[in-house]
């Protein structure tokens, strides 16, 4: 946290900035101001502030000033009436306009409950919308982060998730009646959150850290194997996740591709993730191109299993030829530069 301490030297981010603000607070005050929070903003601001320690009055002084110098000019319309706004925004902006802002700042008073079901499990959420009408499940669903929303609709049964989709497409508008509806049944959700169990991936989350250790990985992984090579095994298989070949520079997929059969490919990418297909497709010389294309037509539906199998194989070539250091494999995504 050298950066922050020398405000001279660096330009804080607004996070860091937030996080400055939020520790000067003291607890109760910043607790009020983290439940306006969505999930994404509440991870970010709370990972800054977990990793602060240390810091010079010089960094708090500059971070309260700019708040204080950016509430000023937003504090002419702090408090403002929603007659006062729908007024000045009718004649700034038109009619249709200013209510589109209108129904964006007045139209939110749902969301701070539905921020609290942002943190239980997908499947959750969708158990306690399924025997709603589709239109209800739609407008539930728009209240959503996409990437929770995305995943209640997987979680959904797969009969109606096109409904529900069309059903979200066509909202402009939500009337009072259906708003009432949907707190009774957000009420509902929170009133049963005690029957939620809290679900966490241990095992991805060990893969994920493993990946992004920057020691020995292979000490660590045989550490972890003396106390239990099963778990080890699985630990590994997401490490070396059939996916993270998408993420490969063009050099790595060149030499992955030169070691793995046609044949092989075709099988492994029977499914896969479009992102992963273009990434060894693009890769392949145009003539072999052309002859994977012609065998994925020519081999059909493959069973899972024997998918899954073909993948694990190609995942063990990766493996040996990032170990001997004939490629740099990338485990997790992470930022570029030219």
């Known amino acids: 946290m050298d950066a922050i301490n020398n405000p001279a030297e660096t330009v804080m ?45 010089d960094t708090v002084k500059v971070s309260i000033q700019k708040f204080f110098d950016e509430y000023r000019e937003q504090s002419g319309v702090h408090g403002a009436s929603r007659s006062f706004l729908q007024r000045s925004l009718d004649l700034a902006l038109g009619g249709d306009i200013a209510n589109s802002v209108l129904n964006s700042i007045y139209g939110d008073e749902i969301r701070p409950k539905m921020a609290r079901l942002q943190w239980v499990s997908p499947q959750w959420l969708a158990d306690r919308i399924s025997h709603e009408h589709v239109r209800m499940q739609a407008v539930f669903l728009a209240f959503l982060p996409p990437n929770l929303a995305g995943q209640v609709i997987e979680a959904l049964p797969v009969a109606t998730q096109d409904h529900v989709l069309v059903g979200i497409a066509r909202l402009k508008e939500v009337d009072r009646e259906l708003l009432l509806e949907l707190e009774e049944l957000v009420n509902r959700c929170l009133d049963n959150l005690h029957t939620q169990s809290t679900e966490v991936a241990g095992m991805q989350q060990t893969a994920d850290i493993i990946n992004r250790y920057s020691g020995n990985k292979q000490q660590m992984i045989e550490l972890l194997r003396a106390h239990d090579a099963d778990l080890v095994a699985e630990i590994e298989s997401r490490m070396y996740d059939f996916f993270i070949l998408s993420r490969q520079t063009e050099t790595a997929l ?35 191109a052309q002859s994977f294309e012609d065998m994925m037509r020519r081999s059909g539906p493959v069973p899972l299993s024997r998918v899954e199998e073909v993948r694990k194989e190609i995942m063990a070539i990766v493996r040996e030829l990032a170990s001997t250091g004939e490629i740099d494999l990338q485990l997790f995504p992470e930022a570029v530069v030219e």
């Open 13 to 57: 981010t607004p996070v860091e900035q937030a996080a400055i603000v939020l520790l000067s607070m003291g607890e109760e005050p910043a607790a009020n101001v983290l439940r306006c929070l969505g999930r994404e903003e509440l991870l970010a601001v709370t990972q800054v502030m977990s990793r602060m320690s240390g810091i010079k009055v």
């Open 254 to 288: 060149m030499r992955i591709v030169e070691d793995v059969q046609l044949e092989q490919w075709a099988i492994a990418l029977k499914g896969a993730e479009p992102e992963v297909r273009q990434a060894i497709t693009q890769t392949m010389p145009r003539r072999q």
